[in-house]
């Protein structure tokens, strides 16, 4: 079923979203991928502040390729989530409610969304193309240091996703394949 | 003996680097066409829809198909009557992939040390596989390899008593395992025999090999059609969202092995499968 929602996301339509839905999100959402939730995490340890408030809000796993002149960004996909799966849990419980990513994630950030009421997109992976004109700005908010891996805040339009993981611990990388399997 | 200056090598490794990561070679266009015909789930299709505009974007606008352009592997295959000039083959090859991932705004992925982790900037060093052919010509193979599939890709070093059937079974898990993360539909290029980094290499080359050609080897040309169908009924189909088409092509690739052992390299690529040839 194909909804539309904002960025950052509200608890009550989180809770709407079902695996499978296909999903247009409109709003501000924020880029991150290996170094910086390392740096995230350091910084969380260390009791620092992070740079972007997570509570309500979606980030997006993806370093993207460098913007030509005129454009906001260059090709934008989302890439593996599982690599962030150390550091998601602490993020959730933290009060971040959305990630885009790709591929599987473990049963403890599972667990974690559930706990916290959040909920896990997937992109499609290698249309980093397409997805670029989806996004009207971006801007580098910290870690300028990391290039491809900075943290961006990003205004997204229609960004296309489909709902993996939903509040309710479903899980479509499950489901479906089970529906097409013929083992 | 023919002479051929090295900057000849930079600069067409340069326009390669750019062409591989906007343009797809027409057989893996054939494939996407094929695979949106075939593919039953409506999630897929509309994945695989996703892909196709991407591709016509990507190539329209010159926004790279994917923003992860990868770590360039570079294939130069020389024939032994060349004599290079000008200065270092190597150095040219990456002087290169600098001027065409830096110029053709492609995301810089590489680092300079695997554990210290400090971005080149530059997107050098490539990866580089020389061989010596006969003649006086030098074929240039460039597939910039992203790493969301390089990270799934398997070695089962098998035992000869596993045979064929633990050679079929190594590359089902290899892909059942890969899953949504491989991207897929994806392009799984296998190495069976040699030793452990020749399979590799072997796994790696087979996916520079165009996805409508089967292998020339008769059992090999049946395990490639045979695989292709079975993976294509574990039912990961396109972005691992559920369907028919997990893969594109099986493309494998043999060589001999010692008596005691069956190496098997399973390369995943995703369905970005990269790469520019030119013959210089």
Do not use: W
């Given at each position: ?5 904002t960025a950052?996301l ?6 709407d979203?079902?695996?499978?839905d ?10 991150a ?8 995490k350091e ?13 309500g ?13 005129g ?10 989530a ?18 885009i ?15 916290n ?13 397409l ?7 971006a ?12 943290v ?9 996703v ?9 899980n ?7 529906e097409?399997r013929?083992? | 003996?023919?002479?051929?200056e ?20 027409r057989?893996?266009?054939?494939c996407?066409q094929?695979?949106?015909e ?5 999630l ?8 196709q ?30 004599h ?5 083959v ?9 001027q ?5 705004f492609l ?7 695997p ?16 061989s ?5 010509e030098?074929?240039i193979t460039?597939?910039p ?8 890709s398997r070695?089962f ?10 050679v079929?079974?190594?590359?089902l898990t290899?892909v ?8 897929p539909p994806?392009v ?5 025999g040699g ?10 080359k087979a ?14 040309k ?21 369907g028919?088409?997990t ?20 390369n995943?690529?995703?369905h970005v ?7 210089i």
């Open positions: 079923m194909d909804k539309h929602i950052p509200k608890e009550d339509e989180i809770k979203l079902r695996a499978g296909y999903v247009f999100i409109t709003g501000t959402i924020y880029t991928r290996d170094a910086a939730h390392k740096r995230m910084a969380l340890d260390a009791g620092e502040s992070l740079p972007f408030d997570v509570k809000n979606v980030i997006y796993y993806m370093g993207p390729s460098p913007a030509r002149e454009r906001p960004i260059g090709s934008a996909g989302p890439t593996t599982s690599r962030m799966d150390r550091y998601a849990p602490e993020l959730l419980d933290l009060g971040l409610k959305g990630m990513g790709k591929g599987k994630r473990t049963q403890e950030v599972r667990d974690a969304i559930v706990r009421g959040a909920v896990y997109f997937a992109a499609v992976g290698g249309a980093g193309a997805l670029s004109q989806r996004i009207k700005s801007e580098v908010i910290a870690y300028d240091d990391l290039g491809a891996e900075a961006r805040k990003l205004e997204v339009e229609d960004f296309p489909i709902v993996v993981m939903d509040s309710q611990g479903n479509l990388y499950e489901t479906a394949v089970l097409y013929q083992e | 003996m023919r002479i051929v090295v900057a000849k090598i930079t600069e067409n490794i340069k326009e390669m680097c750019i062409e591989a990561n906007h343009f797809l070679s057989d893996m266009e054939e996407f094929r695979a949106v075939k593919e039953e789930s409506p897929g299709r509309q994945v695989l829809g996703q892909l505009e991407n591709l016509e974007i990507a190539g329209r606008d010159m926004i790279p198909i994917c923003q992860d352009t990868g770590m360039a592997v570079v294939f130069l295959e020389v024939g032994q009557d060349v290079f000039e000008g200065g270092s190597e150095d040219a090859v990456n002087e290169g992939v600098r065409g991932y830096t110029e053709g995301r810089k992925s590489v680092v300079k040390d554990l210290i982790r400090e971005n080149t900037r530059d997107n050098t060093p490539a990866v580089i596989h020389y010596l052919v006969p003649g006086d030098v074929k460039v597939a390899k992203g790493f969301g599939s390089e990270n799934m070695i070093m098998l035992k000869p008593a596993d045979g064929i059937e633990g079929k079974e190594a590359i290899a059942r395992e890969a899953g949504p993360n491989a991207c994806m799984v290029g296998v190495g069976i030793t452990f980094e020749k399979c590799a290499f072997l796994a790696k996916l520079t090999r165009d996805v409508g050609v089967r292998s020339e080897i008769p059992y090999v049946e395990m490639e059609e045979e695989l292709l169908e079975k993976i294509n009924r574990l039912g990961i189909g396109p972005g691992g969202l559920g028919r088409i893969a594109m092509a099986v493309n494998i690739n043999t060589y001999p092995t010692h008596i005691a052992g069956l190496p098997v390299a399973v995943i690529c995703c499968n990269r790469h520019a040839v030119r013959t």
